[in-house]
């Protein structure tokens, strides 16, 4: 089983600050790797596939960047919107899928 | 554009069984894998099921393993997850979404399981 772990619990940033979270698993899932942004009353939406790939509609000031067993997923400038918990997830050992614990974002 | 309904959801007592299902539209569904993916309240995602286009293949997550089985029609677009032996840890609410080779595209709203005396 691959275990994916996320750094930090939780983030605060200032508005238009970047926001850097990380995102480790238990051994290498090459670029297998997948970012969830999750709100508060919503279903989860994919923001980041294949480690720096953004989804349809995704904007720019997300991006995703690693291999390996290490990652980050970067929001250049925050936003009041994009408060929410961030969640990675592997693809490498399909069908055996893993999330990460998430790391909790919010404005500072 | 892509839709992902589900439905199915209630509270039900221990011990009991409940059946969830998802129909989706707006795509070819018998071209894509689904999953189950679940949150309980307060916690974090936990992905419970995968089943292959054809139905032919499935994979469960350990918590689930022996108890919740998913089919699909394709004929009628419809995923489902037939839970049995719920316990109050299988409260949770309950998503599908859709596997575009690896990340999950798409996401219904979910459908909330209660399960309490």
């Known amino acids: 089983e691959i275990v994916v772990t996320q750094s930090p619990a939780t983030l605060s940033v200032s508005p238009g600050e970047r926001a850097t979270l990380s995102c480790r698993a238990s051994?290498?899932?090459?670029?297998?790797l997948a970012w969830y942004q999750k709100k508060p009353g919503q279903a989860p939406r994919l923001l980041i596939y294949?480690?720096?790939v953004r989804a349809t509609g995704v904007p720019a000031r997300f991006s995703g960047s690693g291999t390996g067993t290490e990652f980050s997923l970067t929001i250049s400038s925050l936003q009041s919107e994009d408060v929410a918990v961030y969640y990675c997830?592997?693809?490498?050992?399909?069908?055996?899928?893993?999330f990460g614990q998430g790391t909790r974002l919010e404005i500072k | 554009q892509v839709q992902l309904v589900e439905s199915g959801g209630g509270v039900v007592q221990p011990g009991t069984s409940l059946r969830l299902s998802c129909v989706g539209s707006?795509?070819?569904?018998?071209?894509?894998?689904m999953h189950w993916v679940r949150q309980a309240p307060g916690k974090v995602l936990e992905w419970l099921a995968v089943?292959?286009?054809?139905?032919?293949?499935?994979h469960y997550g350990e918590s689930v393993k022996g108890r919740f089985t998913v089919s699909r029609d394709n004929s009628q677009n419809t995923l489902s997850l037939q839970m049995n032996s719920l316990t109050a840890e299988d409260t949770a609410m309950y998503y599908c979404?859709?596997?575009?080779?690896?990340?999950?595209?798409?996401w219904g709203q979910g459908t909330l399981v209660a399960v309490s005396s």
């Open positions: 979404a859709r596997d575009i080779g690896g990340p999950l595209a798409d």
């Open positions: 707006g795509f070819t569904f018998s071209k894509y894998g």
């Open positions: 089943i292959s286009t054809d139905g032919m293949y499935n």
């Open positions: 051994q290498s899932v090459t670029t297998n």
């Open positions: 294949t480690v720096s």
């Open positions: 997830q592997q693809y490498n050992n399909w069908p055996l899928y893993s």
